[in-house]
C-alpha cells in the first residue's frame, strides 16, 4: 500500500527558513505522481485543516492560500514521486502540523492520499 512521508518540520525562529518534503513509500507501480494533484494543507489544534498550496499537475496552476503568497513555493517532481514547500520569512503564525495530500483526477476519494503530518514551530 502507497502511502505519503511528510519531514523537514522543526523549529525556527521567526523570520527563517524551512523546506518540507513529501515521498512516497510502497510499491512504486502503486502510485504515479502524474495522476494527481499535490498539495500541502495545516492545521493548528481546534481548528480545520486549511490548503497551503496546491499544484494540480507538472507545469500546471498553482494555489496558495493568501496568508503564504510570495513566501511559499510547492514544487512536484514526478519522476521522483516528491513534493516540497519551501517555505520562507516565517511568522508564529506559521506553527501547525503540516500535512501532505495527493488528490487522483478523477476526485475518486478512495484513492486520495494522506501523510502522518510533520510539525512546523515558529518561535518569535
Known amino acids: 500500500q502507497v502511502r505519503l512521508v511528510e519531514s523537514g518540520g522543526g523549529l525556527v525562529q521567526s523570520g527563517g527558513s524551512l523546506k518540507l518534503s513529501c515521498t512516497t513509500s510502497?510499491?512504486?507501480?502503486?502510485?504515479?505522481?502524474?495522476?494527481?494533484?499535490m498539495s500541502w494543507y495545516r492545521q493548528i489544534p481546534e481548528k480545520e485543516r486549511e490548503l497551503v498550496a496546491r499544484?494540480?499537475?507538472?507545469?500546471?496552476?498553482?494555489d496558495y492560500a493568501d496568508s503564504v503568497k510570495g513566501r511559499f513555493t510547492i514544487s512536484r517532481d514526478d519522476v521522483r514521486g516528491t513534493v516540497t514547500l519551501q517555505m520562507n520569512d516565517l511568522t508564529p503564525e506559521d506553527t501547525a502540523v503540516y500535512y501532505c495530500?495527493?488528490?487522483?483526477?478523477?476526485?475518486?476519494?478512495?484513492?486520495?492520499?494522506w501523510g502522518q503530518g510533520t510539525q512546523v514551530t515558529v518561535s518569535s
Open positions: 495530500n495527493a488528490r487522483h483526477w478523477t476526485n475518486d476519494e478512495r484513492k486520495t492520499l
Open positions: 499544484n494540480t499537475r507538472l507545469y500546471g496552476p498553482t
Open positions: 510502497g510499491p512504486p507501480s502503486g502510485f504515479q505522481m502524474s495522476n494527481y494533484a
